[in-house]
């Protein structure tokens, strides 16, 4: 992986595509604002620790 991408989005582009929100199970974002993954349809924001998404609810935070 590029340096590039690595600095806009520390998940690998394959696992990207691959997560869903655990809410509403639709496909998450990367979101360099708030450094996490974005559910648009739940209005939650996942943190990413270490490179690792934390997709647990109660650790997400209201992004709507």
């Known amino acids: 992986m590029s340096e ?3 600095d806009t ?3 690998d582009p394959w ?3 691959k ?3 655990p ?3 639709t496909p998450l974002r990367w979101d360099a604002a708030h450094g996490a993954l ?3 349809a739940a209005g ?3 943190p990413v620790r270490d490179g690792v998404p934390v997709l ?3 650790e997400a935070v209201s992004v709507a």
């Open 56 to 58: 647990v609810v109660r």
């Open 23 to 25: 809410v509403t199970r």
């Open 38 to 40: 974005l559910s648009d």
């Open 44 to 46: 939650l924001a996942f």
């Open 4 to 6: 590039a991408i690595r």
């Open 15 to 17: 696992l990207l595509a």
């Open 9 to 11: 989005a520390p998940i």
């Open 19 to 21: 997560l869903v929100c």
